[in-house]
């Protein structure tokens, strides 16, 4: 792969980004969050995330080699945030859902892809994970909610399992689904969400270098609260868009209706690409909050990824594009 060096446009200033700022706030935060010592030390102490993540038969994967055309020049997200700052509605609709999370039972995980394909299949999600090679990609992560994180993920651009999939020529989008299972996530008892989460993607951006499917981040199988087994990742739009723990990847000819659209369609809509210049109907998106250091800085557009993907659109109705 050729490294790309060049400057991206949303190169923050490194005084944003200093490690006794991070250090500070990240006690700041962990403690408004109630979470101690005492407490990080019970959760590691649980019978799930630790040792899980050791018996995972795919942990030979990682750490996967680095794709230096996506790469940061700011602060990687320290892993216990993210890891415990999460949005992942069937365990609640807090943030601190990461003990919850690890009821999800990622073994065995079957993955159906059906709809308009030559052959509709099942792969076995440990099968899958080694048929493509992965990699790792720095990518940022910028939430509806107007917080921002950066993560290195690691899997493989969504494009090589379309390849995979072998859609036909009608298929016009790519719908993704999560597993419907409210013994195993409670948050799917609450009559009201649409169940299960449901995004899509048209099959032009779908088959976007950037569009990414994260089975892995910081150097291991990817942690249950963010998606596992694997989950999609689309730096360049706002974060509802990034289904997590997939179990079903349609080609269809109509537009997917997302679990977010479904239930408030003038506040969230098919595309959700970051603008700066599009407030949400309640707040305004002009700038983010760097959840590790609190720090506030301006939001921009398709989350700074605008080279990569603008072209995307172009000569579309601008007016939907944004929310
Ligand atoms: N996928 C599912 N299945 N359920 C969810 O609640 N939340 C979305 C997205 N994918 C969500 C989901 C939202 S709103 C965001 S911001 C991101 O996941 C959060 O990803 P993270 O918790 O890994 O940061």
Request: with cysteine; glycine share 6%; net charge negative.
């Amino acid at each position: 792969m050729v490294a790309i060096h060049r400057r991206p446009s949303w190169t923050i200033a490194e005084s944003l980004a200093t490690p006794e700022a991070a250090y500070l706030n990240r006690r700041s935060l962990l403690q408004a969050m109630g979470i101690t010592m005492a407490s990080a030390t019970a959760l590691a102490a649980l019978p799930g995330p630790a040792r899980a993540q050791e018996a995972d038969p795919t942990a030979d994967l990682y750490p996967a080699p680095k794709n230096d055309r996506y790469t940061l020049d700011r602060d990687l997200t320290p892993e216990e945030f993210n890891a415990n700052y999460n949005n992942f509605y069937e365990y609640g609709t807090q943030k601190e859902i990461a003990a919850a999370a690890q009821q999800l039972v990622v073994r065995p995980w079957e993955i159906a892809i059906d709809g308009l394909v030559e052959q509709p299949m099942t792969l076995a999600f440990d099968d899958l994970v080694r048929k493509i090679p992965l990699e790792t990609r720095l990518y940022r992560h910028r939430c509806v909610e107007a917080w921002s994180m950066t993560i290195p993920w690691a899997g493989f651009p969504l494009k090589s399992l379309v390849a995979l999939a072998k859609p036909l020529g009608s298929a016009k989008f790519v719908r993704f689904e999560t597993f419907l299972d409210p013994a195993m996530a409670p948050g799917q008892n609450s009559f009201l969400y649409p169940w299960p989460y449901v995004e899509g993607v048209t099959m032009a951006e779908a088959a976007n270098d950037l569009s990414f499917i994260a089975t892995g981040a910081y150097d291991k199988p990817i942690a249950k609260q963010h998606g596992a087994p694997l989950r999609l990742h689309l730096p360049w739009k706002y974060g509802f868009k990034s289904i997590k723990s997939i179990r079903r990847i349609s080609f269809v000819e109509e537009q997917p209706v997302g679990l977010w659209e479904a239930i408030q369609p003038s506040e969230y809509g098919f595309w959700a690409n970051v603008n700066p210049e599009v407030p949400h109907p309640r707040w305004s998106q002009a700038s983010e909050r760097v959840l590790h250091t609190g720090e506030r800085v301006p939001t921009l557009l398709f989350n700074g990824y605008a080279e990569e993907v603008a072209g995307l659109y172009a000569g579309m109705d601008a007016a939907k594009l944004y929310m």
